[in-house]
């Protein structure tokens, strides 16, 4: 990993625990949507890893939020010769990301699309490999019906925040990732949890 993906992660690493500290005690979506509430520094390299180890992957992140997780994910896309497509809703929040992307050597791996989860993933091409489902929790299952049918063979699904904050959302998608065919899947206690599914 090069010393410009290095300084921008570190740089996410020093906003996170500022901001972890600012926000104690508060709650508020319009607090908590201005902050960091990306996948931590425990799942970033787990991702990476698995993600490197594939053949030329598209990737597929639904949920970019400040771009952490996809720094994490173009990086192994630049190793393994694929390429990232980041689904986000809020514009500045893709814009800040995109921003860190340059910073960080990646921008040409990832392209970057703002808009409704759902709707942006209808208009993708088949052929995923590698997704990161992290979005509000509402919409897994959403994304997952989306999705599914747009993977190919041994493809590998992700799926944060399974274990805390948990809920009755994660627990519908661990029972729909876990029913669809020619699919295994685990529960593993890596940062907020992650569901790890592999198609067949």
Same mark, same amino acid.
């Given at each position: 990993? =090069?010393?410009?993906? %290095?300084?921008?992660? =570190?740089?996410?690493? %020093?906003?996170?625990?500022?901001?972890?500290?600012?926000?104690?005690?508060?709650?508020?979506? =319009?607090?908590?949507?201005?902050?960091? /509430?990306?996948?931590?520094?425990?799942?970033?390299?787990?991702? &990476?890893?698995?993600?490197?180890?594939?053949?030329?992957?598209?990737?597929?992140?639904?949920?970019? #939020? $400040?771009?952490? *997780? !996809?720094?994490?994910?173009?990086?192994?896309?630049?190793?393994?010769? +694929?390429?990232? %497509?980041? /689904?986000?809703?809020?514009?500045?929040?893709?814009?800040?990301?995109?921003?860190?992307?340059?910073?960080?050597?990646?921008?040409?791996?990832?392209? $970057?699309?703002? !808009?409704?989860?759902?709707?942006? @993933?209808?208009?993708? *091409?088949?052929?995923? =490999?590698?997704? /990161?489902?992290?979005?509000?929790?509402?919409?897994?299952?959403?994304?997952?019906?989306?999705? $599914?049918?747009?993977? &190919?063979? +041994?493809?590998?699904?992700?799926?944060? &925040?399974? @274990?805390?904050?948990?809920?009755?959302?994660?627990?519908?998608?661990?029972?729909?990732?876990?029913?669809?065919? !020619?699919?295994? #899947?685990?529960?593993?206690?890596?940062?907020? +949890? /992650?569901?790890?599914?592999?198609?067949?």
């Amino acid at each position: 990993m =090069d010393h410009k993906v %290095t300084a921008v992660l =570190d740089a996410y690493h %020093t906003r996170m625990q500022r901001e972890r500290k600012e926000r104690e005690g508060k709650s508020s979506s =319009d607090f908590l949507d201005k902050h960091m /509430l990306s996948v931590g520094p425990d799942t970033g390299p787990f991702i &990476n890893l698995i993600a490197r180890s594939m053949d030329a992957p598209h990737i597929l992140e639904i949920g970019t #939020s $400040f771009g952490y *997780s !996809g720094i994490w994910l173009a990086e192994a896309a630049r190793a393994a010769g +694929g390429r990232v %497509t980041t /689904l986000e809703l809020d514009a500045a929040k893709s814009a800040h990301a995109k921003k860190m992307a340059e910073k960080a050597g990646l921008a040409n791996y990832i392209e $970057f699309q703002v !808009g409704d989860a759902v709707e942006l @993933i209808g208009a993708l *091409s088949t052929g995923v =490999d590698f997704v /990161l489902l992290d979005l509000w929790k509402d919409m897994y299952v959403p994304c997952l019906e989306a999705f $599914f049918p747009k993977l &190919n063979p +041994g493809a590998i699904i992700v799926a944060d &925040n399974m @274990i805390y904050p948990g809920g009755e959302s994660v627990e519908r998608y661990g029972k729909a990732v876990r029913a669809k065919p !020619g699919v295994n #899947s685990v529960l593993l206690p890596v940062g907020t +949890g /992650l569901e790890i599914s592999r198609l067949a």
